[in-house]
């Protein structure tokens, strides 16, 4: 298939790949640095490329909840948001997961107040792990555009029927042009196709009336949250699946998490997002001197692979997790938490440290990561490594 | 189509018998009598409180029309979304059952509507969506507990506002959420209650055939909220329109006019308020001055309300 090679900026790629879904409704409300992608399908919508119609709302917490009462009809919908934003919408974040509603919605990741600062760090969707969403995280522009067009095929398939967030990096990816392959609209439309309203209950089907959110107690809510949890079991399978169509398709392949350079690693960084290009650098740089290190960047961190996150990570003698987000009082970052439990239990489990890194956009340079890998070698020998640490903070 | 007892009577109930509301509850009522005449093409979004949580208790539900609960403070948005989906799914000729027209109401009670969710409403009037928004006025919030709102009454005993001994009750007045619907301009607000019966539907059937936004506020006798004999709800609601607590009245396109017209002797606010246990401690020795101002306030909003519909 000819693809069409562009220059965008990740907010201009993911609305691109929205316009190509043709979604039915799209509440929206602005946020930096979420708003230019707003603000190109506005202009889609104006200039009739896509039939969407706006609900230019008066908050997120209104974008989510109008997002609700629109996909609960069976209408594709999507909105966007941004750090703040998504904390405001929280209550609905959680409602839209457990209705089982199918809306995607890109988050723009920014550093949550306060203090208020507008740059990139994971601190808002990492906050939302738990809301019931599937969580994708992108590297670049290339990953966004590719993952919003994927999105509607993994929420809206009937075997899992959860809502997408679309992680991508505040600034870094989504105010900088990238070069990258798109799809023909038609094509796009072909992957995507589209929604199917009968395989749902819709709010508008006043034949067969139905009652959405009702009160459920105690002896109901924890079987309907079963289903949730199972929701998220079966998800893989189908993320897998969409991912191997879309490669074929584009030439483009996904996996739940990608492995760079970590065949014979002794050493392996976890980096999510755009950090984990700058990383792919160095690692360049250190084979060339021979230090064995690679690199494993979590793409899907919702649902949780942990069992591949066992065998990908099993044969290293070290793992560094950086986490671009804290948890206060806790035993490291939310990443770090997660890789550590799934490697729990091996037989030769390989020690394991973290890294808290970038918050509020502080930069994370080339030559911050070479000191991690310095320190992991260090590890290695036998020089006491802490748990958790911090990366590029004056102290 | 003009209303009367013998075509609503054989229109269908679409509120269901059973659902959990307390013995002598107005609120089902006013719920009823809304559905009777906004037919089966109709979907419905509840604000939590009270009438959301008697209707809906899974596996249950009292609705036989579509029904969306969400979250409390969002009702407007998320009906919002519903009808932009409506005519979105119209457009593209996707509906499930194809509907040249469908109602679109929202309701919610004064805690949802009045405070925690006057952002969504606002928002929600102001774009101009083809929905009806219903507030279920107790005054209070009832489903938690009976707390103060901002449309509870100076002096009303509340949960948080109790009268003791050196505070007697809310030290504030009602907001006017009706006069602040008006400001955004829609073409149709109203105010009601239940007793009077063709006044609501009237008001329900001119709200849902407007084109834009509508709101209706509908005082809603809270039993035990308010504390009273559970059989004289809607005597309560005469009373109240009769002592010019709660005016009948409907804007249309910006213009007020009464839809009842009140006794030049009209009754006094005492005798409405004795028979509520939530202004008991009015009457005691001190708090007369608590009475007094009831009256010139009522007296005075009920001026300003009779200047705009051109009776003064």
């Known amino acids: 298939m000819k693809q069409l090679y562009v220059g965008l900026t990740g907010n201009e790629a993911v609305a691109t790949a929205f316009k190509q879904a043709r ?32 609900i230019l709302v008066e908050s997120e917490h209104s974008a989510m909840s109008a997002a609700v009462g629109s996909a609960a009809t069976g209408a594709r919908t999507f909105t966007a948001t941004s750090s703040a934003g998504f904390a405001l919408m929280w209550e609905v974040v959680y409602i839209a997961a457990s209705l089982r509603l199918p809306i995607c919605m890109p988050v723009v990741n920014r550093a949550l107040s306060g203090n208020i600062n507008i740059h990139n760090d994971h601190s808002d969707s990492m906050g939302g792990r738990d809301a019931g969403w599937i969580q994708i995280f992108c590297e670049n522009t290339q990953e966004a555009y590719d993952t919003a067009l994927m999105c509607w095929r993994i929420a809206e398939h009937k075997d899992v029927r959860l809502p997408v967030m679309v992680n991508y990096d505040g600034f870094i990816i989504s105010h900088t042009s990238e070069s990258l392959h798109i799809l023909p609209d038609e094509d796009a439309w072909k992957f995507i196709g589209p929604k199917d309203l009968s395989n749902g209950y819709s ?28 929701a998220h079991l079966r998800a893989p399978k189908v993320i897998l699946e969409v991912f191997k169509e879309f490669g074929e398709l584009t030439g483009r392949h996904y996996d739940l998490f990608e492995e760079y350079r970590t065949e014979d690693a002794e050493m392996i960084l976890v980096i999510i997002g755009s950090t984990a290009g700058t990383a792919k650098d160095v690692i360049d740089e250190q084979r060339e001197k021979g230090v064995k290190v690679g690199l494993l960047k979590p793409r899907v961190f919702r649902p949780f692979p942990a069992v591949e996150y066992a065998k990908a990570l099993g044969n290293a003698k070290v793992v560094g997790v950086m986490d671009k987000s804290v ?7 939310p990443l770090f938490t997660e890789i550590r439990s799934a490697l729990y239990g091996l037989e030769n489990a390989p020690k394991i440290h973290n890294w808290i890194y970038g918050l509020g956009g502080r930069d994370t340079g080339t030559d911050q990561i070479v000191d991690l890998i310095g320190q992991l070698q260090n590890s290695i020998k036998g020089k006491k490594t802490e748990d958790v640490n911090l990366l590029g903070v004056r102290l | 189509m003009a209303m009367n007892l013998q075509t609503l009577s054989k229109n269908e109930d679409l509120l269901a018998g059973g659902h959990r509301a307390c013995a002598g509850c107005t609120g089902s009522n006013i719920l009823r009598q809304i559905m009777l005449t906004a037919g089966p093409d109709t979907v419905v979004g509840g604000a939590t409180g009270c009438m959301e949580v008697v209707t ?31 005519r979105a799914l119209k457009a593209s000729g996707e509906l499930p059952v194809p509907r040249e027209k469908m109602n679109f109401i929202a309701f919610g009670g004064d805690g949802g509507t009045y405070d925690i969710g006057l952002q969504s409403l606002s928002g929600a009037m102001e774009r101009g969506h083809n929905m ?27 949960s948080t506002s109790p009268a003791g001994t050196v505070k007697q009750g809310k030290e504030q007045h009602r907001k006017d959420l009706t006069k602040i619907m008006v400001a955004h301009n829609i073409p149709y607000v109203a105010q009601t209650t239940p007793f009077h019966w063709r006044d609501l539907q009237m008001k329900v059937q001119k709200a849902l055939e407007v084109d834009g936004p509508a709101f209706l506020n509908i005082l809603m006798p809270c039993t035990v909220g308010w504390g009273f004999d559970p059989a004289i709800g809607m005597e309560l609601c005469k009373q109240a329109v009769e002592a010019n607590f709660w005016p009948l009245f409907e804007v249309v396109d910006g213009e ?27 009457f005691k020795p001190g708090n007369e001055g608590m009475l007094v101002e009831i009256q010139r306030w009522v007296d005075s909003e009920f001026n300003k309300i009779m200047k705009l519909c051109g009776e003064a």
């Not at chain 1, 799209?26 to 119609?53: C, L, S």
Request: charged letters at 20%; aromatic letters at 14%.
């Open chain 1, 23 to 54: 979604p039915h409704v799209a509440p929206a409300f602005p946020i930096t640095p979420q708003t230019e992608m707003m603000h190109k399908f506005a202009d889609f919508v104006a200039d009739g490329a896509v039939a969407t119609e706006m």
């Open chain 2, 132 to 158: 009806l928004y219903v507030c279920y006025d107790n005054e209070a919030y009832m489903n938690t507990g009976i707390q103060r709102s901002g449309a509870t009454p100076f002096g009303a005993h509340t």
């Open chain 1, 327 to 333: 948890s206060f009082g806790g035993h490291g970052g």
């Open chain 1, 203 to 230: 709010l508008l089907d006043v034949e067969n009336p139905i009652t959405v959110g009702p009160l459920d107690l105690t002896d109901y809510y924890f079987e309907h949250k079963v289903s949730q949890m199972e």
């Open chain 2, 56 to 86: 809906t208790i899974f596996p249950y539900t009292a609705w036989k029309t579509p029904f969306i609960h969400s979250a409390f403070e969002n009702c407007a948005a998320t009906i919002s979304g519903v009808e932009t989906a409506y």
């Open chain 2, 256 to 282: 007020y006019k009464l839809t009842y017209k009140p006794k030049e002797d009209r009754p006094l606010m005492e005798p409405w308020l004795k028979q509520q246990v939530r202004f008991k401690h009015l």
